[in-house]
C-alpha cells in the first residue's frame, strides 16, 4: 500500500506535492523521495513577489526536506531570475551534489549569464550516475568533459545551449555515448570542430545553429535521419554516406552544390531538403 500511495504522489506537480505533504504524513514521508524534482518561475506561489529570493529561498527549502534519494527528473530554469543567477550559482554545487543520485535520467540546467558556470564533471565520475542518465540539456554553462570520463551507458539526448566547450571535448563526450539518438548545438562559440564517429549508431537527428566559429564538420554516422545545420562559415563539410536521411538543411552556396551533387546521390530517401542560400539562387 506504501507503494502504491508513493506512486500517487509522484504524478502530482511538485507545488501540489509539497502541499499534500504538509497535511498528511504519508505523504510527508514519501515527499523525501519525490522523484521529479523541477524548480522555476511556476512553482512561486500566488503569495509570493516573484523576486529571485523566493526561487533560491524555495529550492533550499525542498532539498532541505528531501532525501535526494529516487530523483528521477531535475529541472533548475534560472532563466527568469537573472538578478540572482550569482547566488544560485554559489549554491549550485551543493543541490546537485544532494539531487544527483544513482538513478537520475534528466538533468535540465538552465542559466542566462554573461560569464558561463563550469559544471560540476567531477560528480559524473559516479558510473551510477552516469550510467542512469538518459537526457542532458545544459544552458550557459561551461561544460569540459574529458578522454577520463567513462562511457555514458543510457544517454539518448544531448541539448547544448550557448555552452562553452571545444571540439576535442565534445568529441571525448560524444566517442563514449553510443547510445546517443539525439544532439542539438546552439550558440557553442568555442566549438571549432564537429566529429561525430560511425560508431554512433542510433544518432538520428543532428542540430546545428549559431555556432559561429565552426570550422569543420565530419559526420561518419550512417543512420541519421534528420540533418539542420545553420551554419555559415564552415570550411569543410562531410556528412558521409545515409540511406536513412529523409530531412536535410544546410546552409550555402558550396554547400548546395554539394548537395546536390554528391550527397544526395548517398542519401536515395530525402523528402525534405531546405538550402540556405545566400549568393546563389537555387
Not at 543512420?223 to 529523409?246: A, F, H, M, Q, T
Given at each position: 500500500?506504501?507503494?502504491?500511495?508513493?506512486?500517487?504522489?509522484?504524478?502530482?506537480?511538485?507545488?501540489?506535492?509539497?502541499?499534500?505533504?504538509?497535511?498528511?504524513?504519508?505523504?510527508?514521508?514519501?515527499?523525501?523521495?519525490?522523484?521529479?524534482?523541477?524548480?522555476?518561475?511556476?512553482?512561486?506561489?500566488s503569495n509570493s513577489d516573484g523576486r529571485g529570493r523566493?526561487?533560491?529561498?524555495?529550492?533550499?527549502?525542498?532539498?532541505?526536506?528531501?532525501?535526494?534519494?529516487?530523483?528521477?527528473?531535475?529541472?533548475?530554469?534560472?532563466?527568469?531570475?537573472?538578478?540572482?543567477?550569482?547566488?544560485?550559482?554559489?549554491?549550485?554545487?551543493?543541490?546537485?551534489?544532494?539531487?544527483?543520485?544513482?538513478?537520475?535520467?534528466?538533468?535540465?540546467?538552465?542559466?542566462?549569464?554573461?560569464?558561463?558556470?563550469?559544471?560540476?564533471?567531477?560528480?559524473?565520475?559516479?558510473?551510477?550516475?552516469?550510467?542512469?542518465?538518459?537526457?542532458?540539456?545544459?544552458?550557459?554553462?561551461?561544460?569540459?568533459?574529458?578522454?577520463?570520463?567513462?562511457?555514458?551507458?543510457?544517454?539518448?539526448?544531448?541539448?547544448?545551449?550557448?555552452?562553452?566547450?571545444?571540439?576535442?571535448?565534445?568529441?571525448?563526450?560524444?566517442?563514449?555515448?553510443?547510445?546517443?539518438?539525439?544532439?542539438?548545438?546552439?550558440?557553442?562559440?568555442?566549438?571549432?570542430?564537429?566529429?561525430?564517429?560511425?560508431?554512433?549508431?542510433?544518432?538520428?537527428?543532428?542540430?546545428?545553429?549559431?555556432?559561429?566559429?565552426?570550422?569543420?564538420?565530419?559526420?561518419?554516422?550512417?543512420?541519421?535521419?534528420?540533418?539542420?545545420?545553420?551554419?555559415?562559415?564552415?570550411?569543410?563539410?562531410?556528412?558521409?554516406?545515409?540511406?536513412?536521411?529523409?530531412?536535410?538543411?544546410?546552409?550555402?552556396?558550396?554547400?548546395?552544390?554539394?548537395?546536390?551533387?554528391?550527397?544526395?546521390?548517398?542519401?536515395?530517401?530525402?523528402?525534405?531538403?531546405?538550402?540556405?542560400?545566400?549568393?546563389?539562387?537555387?
Amino acid at each position: 500500500m506504501q507503494d502504491i500511495w508513493h506512486h500517487i504522489h509522484s504524478l502530482l506537480p511538485l507545488r501540489d506535492a509539497a502541499r499534500i505533504a504538509c497535511v498528511s504524513r504519508t505523504f510527508l514521508r514519501s515527499w523525501r523521495y519525490y522523484p521529479n524534482l523541477i524548480f522555476n518561475r511556476h512553482i512561486l506561489g500566488s503569495n509570493s513577489d516573484g523576486r529571485g529570493r523566493d526561487f533560491i529561498r524555495t529550492i533550499d527549502h525542498v532539498l532541505k526536506k528531501h532525501s535526494g534519494v529516487n530523483v528521477k527528473k531535475l529541472t533548475l530554469d534560472m532563466y527568469n531570475f537573472p538578478e540572482v543567477t550569482n547566488a544560485c550559482r554559489q549554491r549550485l554545487d551543493g543541490w546537485l551534489q544532494i539531487t544527483m543520485r544513482p538513478g537520475i535520467e534528466e538533468i535540465n540546467l538552465l542559466s542566462l549569464a554573461n560569464e558561463a558556470y563550469m559544471f560540476p564533471c567531477w560528480l559524473l565520475s559516479d558510473d551510477r550516475i552516469k550510467d542512469s542518465i538518459r537526457c542532458l540539456n545544459l544552458s550557459s554553462f561551461a561544460f569540459r568533459p574529458t578522454v577520463k570520463l567513462s562511457p555514458f551507458k543510457c544517454l539518448a539526448m544531448l541539448r547544448l545551449n550557448y555552452v562553452c566547450i571545444t571540439g576535442y571535448e565534445l568529441g571525448c563526450l560524444v566517442s563514449n555515448t553510443l547510445t546517443l539518438e539525439r544532439l542539438e548545438l546552439n550558440g557553442c562559440g568555442d566549438l571549432d570542430c564537429l566529429k561525430i564517429p560511425s560508431q554512433l549508431q542510433r544518432l538520428s537527428c543532428l542540430m546545428v545553429s549559431g555556432c559561429f566559429r565552426l570550422d569543420v564538420i565530419d559526420i561518419k554516422t550512417p543512420n541519421l535521419r534528420v540533418i539542420r545545420l545553420d551554419v555559415e562559415k564552415v570550411k569543410k563539410l562531410s556528412l558521409g554516406v545515409s540511406l536513412e536521411l529523409n530531412e536535410l538543411c544546410i546552409p550555402g552556396p558550396d554547400f548546395a552544390s554539394y548537395a546536390r551533387l554528391k550527397l544526395l546521390s548517398n542519401a536515395p530517401n530525402v523528402e525534405s531538403l531546405y538550402l540556405k542560400l545566400i549568393d546563389e539562387v537555387f
